[in-house]
């Protein structure tokens, strides 16, 4: 039987990015829909689970993807509340390539670092990527710090973030001043997780943090979010920092990206969300 990737974006236009992804994940057929809403997605999803019988819902799939990674969110749990019974298919979230970059951002440090008991700085924490990779990190034991312009807003994520990992340490610190110094002098890792081409940390800021081990930049569009740090740059040594930047990330991304959508064909109810996105990087290394 033929697998079907049903995709439903939030945005106007189905993302062409993802569409990439599905078809050179092997996907032998894809059903693009934009503007996908809570209002508008109960028939699209009753469309994917009462066509084949239960026993061949494996090889139908839903992705949610879109640039609002909030829409996504809800689009998702919107989805599974439509499935009942036997009658759901796997599905996967990776609104923004929120998931996929948190998990191959988080797995690039644990090669070099072990997580637990490790001390991590996200700056740009507060956004879908940045408080994805502090979930991650924080759920393999790291003590995070998740770093935003706003001390309300880094203390606002850390409050959700541990309601999601109990009893990890996880603080908020402002992105800028004392209190950056501060966690940037005790950090193991460094992942700068900030919009498009905003820059936190010059190369001397970086590179004298005395613990730092692994720095990780997210942002691949100039100028860079840790200065010096190439964006093809891939486990490059500069001094005793092993380094990342975005482009240098974002073939673990698209591997994981590809083997996810691959996993949602092997059974009819899987979910695939940050965690699980995370499990699967670090299966496959
Ligand atoms: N390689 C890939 O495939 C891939 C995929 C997805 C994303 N990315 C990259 O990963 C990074 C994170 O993505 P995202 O979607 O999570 O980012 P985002 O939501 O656009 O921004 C993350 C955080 O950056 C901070 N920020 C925004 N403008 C700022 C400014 N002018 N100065 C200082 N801080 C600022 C904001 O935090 P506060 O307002 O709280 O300070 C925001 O929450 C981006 O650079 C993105 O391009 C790469």
């Known amino acids: 039987m033929?697998?079907?990737?049903?995709q439903l974006d939030t945005d106007a236009q189905p993302s062409t990015f993802d569409r990439v992804v599905a078809v050179d994940a092997g996907t032998d057929h894809l059903f693009s829909y934009g503007g996908v809403t809570p209002d508008n997605l109960?028939?699209?999803?009753?469309?994917a689970i009462f066509t084949r019988g239960p026993q061949d819902l494996s090889q139908t799939a839903i992705f949610i993807g879109g640039s609002d990674v909030a829409a996504g969110e809800k689009l998702l749990e919107n989805v599974q509340s439509t499935f009942f019974g036997p009658m759901r298919v796997s599905v996967m979230m990776d609104s923004n390539g929120c998931n996929t970059t948190a998990a191959a951002a988080v797995l690039a440090a644990a090669r070099h670092v072990s997580l637990s008991g490790a001390r991590a700085l996200v700056l740009g924490g507060t956004g879908p990527v940045g408080q994805r990779a502090?979930?991650?990190?924080?759920?393999?034991?790291?003590?995070?710090?998740?770093?935003?312009?706003?001390?309300?807003?880094?203390?606002?994520?850390?409050?959700?973030?541990?309601?999601?990992?109990?009893?990890?340490?996880?603080?908020?610190?402002?992105?800028?001043?004392?209190?950056l110094a501060s966690e940037l002098s005790q950090a193991d890792i460094l992942i700068s997780a900030g919009a498009a081409g905003v820059q936190f940390l010059s190369t001397d800021q970086w590179q004298s943090a005395g613990s730092l081990k692994v720095a990780v930049d997210l942002n691949a569009v100039p100028p860079v979010g840790l200065e010096g740090i190439e964006v093809t740059e891939k486990a490059k040594q500069h001094g005793d920092v092993v380094c990342y930047g975005a482009v240098g990330v974002g073939g673990t991304k698209m591997k994981v990206h590809k083997a996810a959508v691959q996993r949602l064909f092997e059974a009819n109810d899987r979910v695939l969300n940050t965690a699980e996105i995370y499990s699967l990087a670090e299966e496959i290394g």
């Open 134 to 179: 502090g979930l991650l990190l924080a759920r393999q034991g790291a003590c995070v710090s998740i770093a935003s312009r706003s001390a309300d807003r880094a203390e606002a994520v850390c409050e959700r973030l541990r309601e999601q990992c109990a009893g990890a340490e996880i603080t908020a610190c402002e992105s800028a001043g004392d209190s």
């Open 2 to 6: 033929k697998t079907i990737l049903i």
């Open 42 to 47: 109960t028939p699209l999803v009753h469309g």
